[in-house]
């Protein structure tokens, strides 16, 4: 499910769930648990992503002007990215 289907979810249904009377609070969390963490998540990675992308992939691929190449590197990049993500986490959840 990509960002800004995520952010559907919470538009279209969760907040004007929020409004309404026919669910508890309780239902509400049982039926969308933790996706605004989620979407938070996926903002902050997106951003260092990007951030990333924009340091490293215009030097690599500079000289060579081809797609190909600049796909690898950002692929590259992004995975480097995910992995210190999780160890971050995974630092945290030991705290």
């Not at 769930?17 to 669910?23: H, S, V």
Request: net charge negative.
């Amino acid at each position: 499910m990509c960002f800004q289907d995520i952010n559907c979810l919470i538009e279209w249904y969760l907040e004007p769930l929020k409004q309404e009377t026919f669910l508890s609070v309780e239902d509400i969390e049982r039926l969308f648990g933790n996706i605004q963490e989620i979407v938070q998540f996926q903002q902050q990675f997106l951003h260092s992503l990007e951030q990333a992308v924009e340091q490293e992939a215009p030097a690599a691929t500079a000289a060579d002007g081809n797609d190909a190449a600049r796909f690898k590197v950002a692929l590259t990049i992004a995975i480097g990215v995910l992995v210190a993500w999780c160890v971050s986490l995974v630092c945290l959840s030991r705290v």
